[in-house]
């Protein structure tokens, strides 16, 4: 199976039980109705990214369904925490491009969502042979990536909450989901 479609998509849980409040992520993330089977980091080759509410429509409860996952969870009240997904798209379609997950305590959307981006577009570019400084900063490898020619598009998809003021379990989720 390659698939040919992808979606992202994110959300919050919150409950006395950790495993409840991870269900209530995934629902609130819309994704609660199927088997998740965590995959790597590859994006196939052509795969377009959809609409989420396109990409529910062709999935079937009970269904196994792959996805990158990214999941973070506290019972700290009021700890930040986030799962993040990020995305690099090749200019050439006939090649794969990256996706990586993030999970973080005390990072902000940007921060998380960033990291989780610069994480793709670097595996990305060290698999196209673009050289660049490892120590420099995102936004400046960002440039030199983009400039290279080789890579289209990097982005990222995150989702942050602080952990529940009476310390019931908080749970984040970040998601590309496949569909065939």
Not at 10 to 18: A, E, F, I, M
Not at 62 to 70: F, K, R, T
Not at 76 to 85: D, I, M, Q, T, Y
Request: proline share 3%; hydrophobic share 40%.
């Amino acid at each position: 199976m390659i698939p040919s479609r992808a979606f992202l998509t994110k959300g919050t849980g919150v409950h006395r039980d950790k495993l409840a409040s991870f269900e209530l992520a995934l629902r609130d993330a819309g994704i609660e109705k199927y088997n998740l089977v965590s995959v790597s980091s590859i994006l196939p080759p052509g795969c377009r990214m959809i609409p989420k509410e396109e990409g529910l429509e062709y999935l079937s409860p009970g269904e196994i369904v792959y996805s990158v996952l990214a999941r973070n969870q506290t019972n700290e009240a009021h700890r930040l925490v986030a799962s993040a997904v990020g995305t690099a798209v090749p200019v050439n379609e006939d090649n794969y491009g990256y996706i990586s997950e993030h999970h973080s305590f005390g990072e902000d959307e940007d921060t998380a969502g960033m990291y989780a981006e610069d994480i793709a577009a670097t595996m990305l570019a060290t698999t196209l042979g673009i050289e660049f400084d490892a120590d420099s900063a995102w936004q400046e490898r960002e440039q030199l990536y983009r400039a290279s020619g080789h890579i289209i598009n990097t982005s990222h998809f995150c989702q942050t909450a602080k952990g529940d003021k009476s310390g019931l379990w908080t749970t984040v989720v970040a998601a590309m989901v496949f569909v065939e």
